[in-house]
């Protein structure tokens, strides 16, 4: 039988990156345990800092810290270090999930405490698993990666119902109106339930009342992955 040398290879690494994979669970859950309430901010990393989502994620991360919650954040450049930076500079908790890639992500030096990920799914488990609320700001293909997982999991109860807010009406406006008009009452692929995982806001303050308010009546806790 003639063997494809390429696939063969393949298989011989396969049992030693699934204990790559479960060292790097291991050492971001013990990390992560014990660093208190966490809120992720996710955005684009190509936002600069006279952007005005630049500066609003910035002030929402310091109003956040106010409050007594901890940022968690992709842990790069852009809306990441915006919040990073809020966090860091109002003495509060930065949390930074680098991811490594061969180019963009660079981390940025407001964080706290900083984990570095080879893989991009154990990454998106940290982020979710320890967040009480999840704030998203303007951003590309992996700012909707991390939303979209966030309302499926929601969505599906496998983790608890905590805020899900989307800040800048202009960017987020026309793909929930896509989600209303299309998804819903054209295809009836979602819930009218579903359209109520989100709350759409303007301004750090209101992101920050939204995710207050909520919690002062009781809806608070680290999120549980079933």
């Known amino acids: 039988m003639i063997v494809n040398p390429s696939l063969s290879d393949f298989t011989k690494d396969e049992p030693w990156r699934i204990f790559r994979i479960m060292a790097e669970f291991v050492d971001s859950f013990e990390t992560m345990a014990n660093q208190g309430p966490l809120i992720p901010i996710f955005g684009s990393a190509r936002i600069k800092p006279d952007n005005p989502y630049y500066q609003s994620a910035e002030k929402l991360a310091a109003l956040l810290v106010e409050h007594g919650y901890g940022i968690l954040t992709g842990g790069g450049p852009g809306i990441m270090e915006a919040?990073?930076?809020?966090?860091?500079?109002?003495?509060?908790?930065?949390?930074?999930?680098?991811?490594?890639?061969?180019?963009?992500?660079?981390?940025?030096?407001?964080?706290?405490?900083?984990?570095?990920?080879?893989?991009?799914?154990?990454?998106?488990?940290?982020?979710?698993?320890?967040?009480?609320?999840?704030v998203a700001y303007p951003g590309g293909f992996g700012t909707l990666d991390e939303f979209s997982e966030a309302a499926t999991l929601i969505q599906t109860n496998k983790i608890n119902h905590v805020p899900l807010v989307l800040v800048g009406t202009k960017f987020w406006q026309p793909m929930l109106d896509w989600f209303r008009n299309t998804m819903l009452l054209e295809y009836g692929a979602i819930s009218s339930a579903d359209m109520e995982l989100f709350k759409l806001v303007n301004t750090p303050e209101e992101a920050c009342e939204v995710i207050t308010t909520i919690h002062h009546r009781g809806i608070r806790g680290t999120i549980k992955i079933d």
Do not use: W
């Open 83 to 134: 919040a990073s930076k809020g966090a860091y500079e109002a003495g509060g908790n930065s949390v930074g999930l680098n991811i490594r890639l061969p180019m963009e992500q660079h981390p940025n030096p407001y964080q706290n405490v900083a984990l570095d990920f080879r893989y991009f799914f154990v990454r998106k488990v940290c982020f979710i698993k320890y967040a009480v609320a999840l």
